[in-house]
């Protein structure tokens, strides 16, 4: 193989921006239309089993592609990937905006889903390289991911905004902006990226591509045919591993999981966004449906845990872990985030925002301020660097596997309650059972 020479750079801070801001338009992505779900059926007579797709087209690509993203990442050059990720979301963002009907729509954000997923493992491969390991590497990662961890609730509110006083185009416009302002500096704030020459694993990607998105699909669609494409999505997977197994530059080297960091971080980054995520989904439906919010006041109520999540991990978990170690906030964090979410099961049908809502909220974000950092770091420890973009891949995909699989569990949890409300307590009692069995796991694994 042949290490491709990078350029140095002495601009941290612009650095940091860029890919700050490339995380938040791959995060934001995913929410940022759930508040305009009901324009846009009502613009092109989309029924509901229809307008999901809106969401999941991005979920399906996004997750499906992130390994291929990650490697095409250590082989190419991290910064060049990275470019043709965020060209490719902001290309399909602006066909989104103009789409004369649905069909144009769901395509525009099935590609907006793989933009993302070439642009996400890179900017994390590219973070590590601007950014020395010790204390400063942690400064960047707590900044890093505070804006991820706040960017999809964050969606959500300013889809919502938008939305109600710009119509739902405005949305995608919006994304269009913040990808020309990602592309216009990036050159200017990031290095090259090291890549290193070598074959792709076609038969790894397209198996494991197709695994991972027929498992989104799956979890995601529900009905009779669930089952089945679930199945299919085992198949390709085992066929993933098998090759994965055989190959001698594989797409994604089995080794990494030989590294208890990597397991613990990919542990936490499943269970973190199964419960927040949980909340994010029943939150509108409590608010709205039984408190009487509008979308716009019901992304506002999600403020408090957005600014926790950005303050904690923005100003505090930076300086914690060079005190502690990645595992003893991953441990803290899912408490926090279990004890949050278990908190929203005193929720009554006419609650109160300060005494019933709002304190959940804040420590869900407190232990996910600490928890977002604190696993993307332990998910790069003991890794080689030209693996970096995989291994961070690897994490997002737990991310997306909670957030779809571990989410629609907690669905079907709620729909065996009594009635509604007595359904949503018991999925906040399920991710919060989930989290703390997570935290005693992640806390009794021999340290290496």
């Avoid at 594989?250 to 199964?274: G, I, K, M």
């Avoid at 604190?374 to 596997?401: E, F």
């Amino acid at each position: 193989m042949t290490t491709l020479a990078t350029t140095p750079r002495h601009r941290p801070g612009l650095a940091l921006g860029v890919l700050a801001g490339a995380l938040a338009l791959d995060l934001s992505g995913m929410a940022v239309l759930n508040a305009s779900l009901p324009s846009v059926g009502a613009r092109f007579g989309l029924a509901d089993t229809s307008l999901q797709w809106v969401m999941t087209a991005y979920s399906v690509t996004f997750a499906g592609f992130l390994l291929v993203g990650g490697r095409l990442a250590d082989v190419f050059g991290r910064r060049r990937v990275f470019e043709v990720g965020v060209a490719l979301f902001t290309v399909a963002a602006v066909a989104g905006a103009l789409a004369p009907d649905g069909a144009v729509l769901l395509g525009a954000r099935a590609v907006q889903g793989i933009g993302a997923a070439l642009s996400g493992p890179a900017a994390l491969a590219l973070l590590t390289e601007v950014f020395p390991a010790g204390p400063e590497r942690s400064r960047a990662l707590g900044v890093y991911a505070a804006v991820g961890a706040a960017s999809f609730s964050g969606g959500m509110l300013l889809g919502g905004v938008l939305t109600e006083f710009l119509g739902w185009r405005s949305v995608l416009w919006f994304s269009v902006a913040l990808g020309v302002i990602v592309l216009a500096v990036t050159r200017a704030g990031l290095p090259d990226g090291a890549g290193r020459r070598g074959p792709l694993d076609m038969a790894g990607a397209i198996s494991g591509t197709l695994g991972l998105a027929l498992l989104v699909v799956g979890v995601s669609w529900g009905g009779e045919w669930a089952w089945a494409v679930i199945g299919a999505a085992v198949v390709f997977l085992v066929l993933f591993v098998v090759r994965e197994r055989r190959t001698a530059d594989p797409l994604l080297p089995l080794s990494l999981f030989r590294l208890s960091s990597v397991r613990l971080a990919t542990t936490a980054a499943f269970l973190q966004y199964t419960a927040s995520v949980g909340i994010v989904f029943f939150a509108p439906l409590y608010l709205q449906g039984m408190l009487g919010y509008s979308p716009v006041e019901s992304g506002l109520a999600l403020v408090p845990m957005s600014l926790t999540v950005f303050l904690t991990a923005t100003f505090a978990t930076g300086r914690l872990l060079t005190k502690y170690s990645p595992r003893t906030l991953m441990v803290t964090g899912l408490i926090l985030i279990g004890a949050g979410t278990a908190l929203w099961m005193t929720t009554p049908p006419h609650g109160n925002y300060v005494l019933h809502v709002m304190p959940g909220l804040v420590i869900s974000g407190l232990g996910q301020g600490l928890n977002f950092p604190a696993m993307t770091t332990a998910g790069l420890t003991g890794v080689p660097p030209h693996q970096h973009a995989v291994a961070g891949a690897v994490n997002v995909v737990a991310q997306q596997i909670g957030s779809s699989a571990g989410v629609a569990a907690l669905v079907l949890v709620a729909a065996t309650g009594d009635n509604r409300l007595g359904g949503y307590h018991l999925a906040y009692l399920a991710a919060a059972i989930a989290c703390a069995i997570g935290a005693a796991a992640l806390a009794m694994v021999r340290r290496p």
